[in-house]
């Protein structure tokens, strides 16, 4: 998505029994700006009809289960052999080799295995699930930093290769500033299992309309501010809140401070206090959904939401340009495909015969000698 948002030309290859996701939103949005054909991979027309459409590409990606690929002829070699210059990106979970690489790979294994899970504070000691996909949008990253650094080596010296990642190497990716403390993290996690957070004021609280805000003060110059703005000055000069708003001597005392901060914020609605805390210069934001942050003037400034007419769904209300380029800005130029038109054994192998380009990445000409990575 992010490849055809910035310009590349990009055509899907699908089975021509559909993809199971195609029913969803969030489908249409993931591969809006491309375009669509449908092969069946088993048979070994439509793998030489695939080798054909690479044979002009700029990139292959695939993320098979490792050795898959090569058993349906679409290897690094096989399509090297036909495009010298490819830049082939391999995704898989666990790696393309090793003795782990040929294990199942879906995100909560993987998720598992990495430690994300045990990292995740929960409502109770012990590993909670993680609902949010942290080691493939980890290796989506790597995959696309992998592409465009290849690109540009390729611009430069004429050379192609392959490029390859995988969930796991995502995972760690993703979460490489925390692992240096990762102890240290589950130590401060076993004392912090509240859902809505461990600190008194760096955790989230209901409000009288029922809706939430979260404060982020951790300082002691914000934990003062925070007393003036609530009107709870022993907060402030009490001894058992001395070390706030970080060091708590028990329990006791941190819970204390909780209750004075959540039954005090229950006296009046969301927007009063945030309103408060804003002109008493106190670290708070409102707890949202995802339609409401979509919804938020600052994201709307600043084109995250754009306007897609979908042939399947209509008007469509989509994630925008997440990087903004002064010269080359991104563009969604079409919706989502629907499923492309299916290759019989008959038909002819051009790409005329589609009406499709063969590239799966075409910089267009203006960009041709450019640096990939602009």
């Known amino acids: ?21 195609e029913s969803s939103p969030a489908y249409r949005v993931w591969n809006r700006g491309k375009k669509s054909v449908a092969l069946d991979l088993g048979e070994p027309e439509a793998q030489r009809v695939a080798l054909k459409l690479a044979r002009d590409a700029d990139v292959f990606l695939e993320s098979f289960r490792p050795g898959v690929a090569e058993r349906l002829g679409l290897g690094y070699s096989s399509v090297k052999d036909f495009n010298p210059g490819i830049i082939y990106c391999s995704i898989s979970a666990f790696g393309c080799s090793g003795p782990w ?30 609902s949010i996909p942290l080691a493939s949008l980890g290796a989506s990253m790597l995959a696309l930093h992998g592409i465009l650094a290849s690109l540009h080596v390729r611009n430069i010296c ?39 957070g461990g600190l008194p004021s760096y955790r989230m609280y209901p409000c009288a309309d029922g809706k939430w805000l979260h404060h982020g003060c951790l300082t ?56 408060v805390l804003a002109e008493a210069d106190v670290p708070a934001a409102p707890v949202l959904t995802t339609q409401q942050y979509m919804d938020l003037p600052q994201v709307r400034h600043s084109s995250l939401v754009q306007t897609v007419e979908d042939p399947i769904l209509g008007e469509m209300e989509q994630l925008g340009m ?17 499923l492309g038109p299916t290759h019989r054994r008959s038909a002819g192998v051009t790409g005329a015969h589609w009406g499709l380009p063969w590239r799966v990445w075409k910089q267009s000409e203006g960009q041709q000698n450019a640096q990939a990575s602009s």
């Not at 199942?104 to 409502?123: F, K, N, R, W």
């Not at 050379?159 to 993703?174: H, R």
């Not at 003036?228 to 329990?251: C, H, K, M, N, Y």
């Open 322 to 338: 997440v990087i903004a380029f002064s010269e080359t800005p991104g563009s969604t130029r079409m919706p989502a495909p629907q």
């Open 158 to 196: 004429g050379i192609g290769q392959q490029v390859e990642t995988s969930m796991y190497q995502g995972a760690s990716a993703i979460r490489s500033p925390m692992l240096p403390e990762a102890d240290e993290i589950s130590t401060f996690h076993t004392n912090n299992l509240l859902p809505q």
């Open 1 to 21: 998505m992010l490849l055809a948002d910035y310009g590349a030309e990009v055509l899907k290859l699908q089975n021509p029994s559909g993809d199971p996701l």
């Open 101 to 130: 690489a040929q294990r199942h790979g879906y995100e909560g294994l993987v998720s598992a295995a990495s430690g994300i899970m045990t990292d995740q504070t929960g409502v109770r000691a012990g590993p909670m699930f993680s």
């Open 220 to 275: 002691r110059e914000f934990w003062d501010k925070l007393a003036v703005a609530l009107d709870l000055l022993d907060l402030s000069i009490q001894p058992e809140f001395e070390s706030a708003p970080s060091g708590w001597s028990t329990d006791q005392d941190r819970e204390s401070a909780m209750d004075l901060i959540g039954n005090r914020l229950l006296e009046r609605p969301r927007d009063y206090w945030l309103s």
